[in-house]
Structure formats: structure tokens, C-alpha cells
């Protein structure tokens, strides 16, 4: 049972270089979220999903872009890094169920460091 | 604005004892609570949550307190192991926005043998 997966670990990158993070699920989870964890701070959201082909920003969002193509895959893009971004991502998925308490289900991370 | 908030960053306790961790939140808007703990190099993982209905919810050696009068909530661990050391994440979701969430700043607890 995979649960939520996110590739790559790690990852150098050079300031103006671009990449892209992975994120699947296999549970059908409808909600899909991005966030970064910074030295000593929570999660903050940069951009979330609420279904397939669909995407919104969260608290951080400048600099980022993310695509949900399908429903198990959420992918975030940096178009031109910046060391400001050198942080860990953590991958989240959760059901929709109004009413109730949704737990995230979250990857393991990538750690991404920008020189 | 710090809608979530954990004030202790961190929390030393002997193990076999109560750990105490607390969370403050600004908005009256949220409506469920859940706490994640998180071990290094990995993911968080969810705990245990309470609804705004209700003020305590317990699950083994975990109890979530709430007190929606002072905004503010609790997790109590009963006895406390060396494997509960953690960082540990409060989250609050409105009632307005299914599933996402506000995370706090985290309270690392360190439980010594």
C-alpha cells in the first residue's frame, strides 16, 4: 500500500534552473495539496487541487506552478528557482466528505535545495 | 496573521508521564481540529481530530481537549513513551472549505527513558 508518493527525495538545483515535483496517490482521493515546511515553521500551502483538472492557490503560491492532469497525480513546477526556495515539499491527499474531518495523507517530502 | 498557533516549540517530559501540548487558534470559523505527528525525514501523520460539537474526543492513550470559549486545544498523551517524540502539528479546517487546512508552527516533544 504505497499511499502517497512523491519523487524526487532530494534534489540541488542552480538559481534559474527549473524542475518538476511529483506527487501520486493511490487511494482516489478527490483533494490534492502541495505545501513547503520551512526551519522551525508549520506547513504552508502553496497550491492546492479539489478534483481532477482543477488547481487553486494557497497561502504561498508566487513562484509555483501545479497541473492535475489525473486524478492520482499533482505536480509542482518551479519555472525559475531561487535560493527563497530551498525548503521541503510535502505532498498531501484527502478525501471530500462535507461535514466530516478530512486527515491528509502525506508523503515522505523532497528535500530541495537552490544555490 | 497566525491563524493556528503552538506556542512551546518544544516539550520535555519523563517517560511514563503526561505530555501536554497546546494550540490556540484565532478563527472562529474553524470547524474540525486534528493533530499529525511527525517523525524526522518523514511525512505527518494524522493522530487524532475533534469536531467543534464536541470538547473532548479520546483515542487510547491520546485525548484531545477542546475549549471553544478561549479558542484553544489540547492533546494530552497518557502515559508518555520514548517513541512519542516527535514534532507535533495542530490543523484546523473551516467549515467553509472542506479539507484544507491551517497548520500550526509544530511543539517537538522529547520523551526521556
Known amino acids: 500500500n504505497a499511499g502517497v508518493t512523491q519523487t524526487p527525495k532530494f534534489r540541488v538545483l542552480k538559481t534559474g534552473q527549473s524542475m518538476t515535483l511529483l506527487c501520486a496517490q493511490d487511494?482516489?482521493?478527490?483533494?490534492m495539496y502541495w505545501y513547503r515546511q520551512d526551519p522551525g515553521m508549520g506547513l504552508r500551502l502553496i497550491h492546492y487541487s479539489v478534483g481532477e483538472g482543477t488547481t487553486a492557490k494557497g497561502e504561498v503560491p508566487d513562484g509555483y506552478n501545479v497541473s492535475r492532469l489525473k486524478k492520482q497525480n499533482f505536480l509542482l513546477g518551479l519555472e525559475s528557482a531561487a535560493p527563497s526556495q530551498t525548503s521541503v515539499y510535502f505532498c498531501a491527499s484527502s478525501y471530500s466528505v462535507p461535514g466530516q474531518e478530512q486527515p491528509q495523507h502525506f508523503g515522505d517530502g523532497t528535500r530541495l535545495s537552490i544555490l | 496573521d497566525q491563524q493556528v498557533k503552538q506556542n512551546s516549540p518544544s516539550l520535555s517530559v519523563q517517560e511514563g508521564r503526561i505530555s501536554i501540548l497546546n494550540c490556540d487558534y484565532t478563527n472562529s470559523m474553524f470547524d474540525y481540529f486534528l493533530w499529525y505527528k511527525k517523525y524526522p525525514a518523514e511525512g505527518p501523520t494524522f493522530l487524532i481530530s475533534i469536531s467543534s460539537i464536541k470538547d473532548k474526543n479520546e483515542d487510547g492513550r491520546f485525548t484531545v481537549f477542546l475549549n471553544k470559549s478561549a479558542k484553544h486545544l489540547s492533546l494530552h498523551i497518557v502515559p508518555s513513551q520514548p517513541g512519542d517524540s516527535a514534532v507535533y502539528f495542530c490543523a484546523a479546517i473551516p467549515n467553509t472549505n472542506a479539507g484544507k487546512s491551517t497548520f500550526g508552527d509544530g511543539t517537538t516533544l522529547t520523551v526521556k527513558p
Open positions: 487511494m482516489n482521493h478527490e483533494y
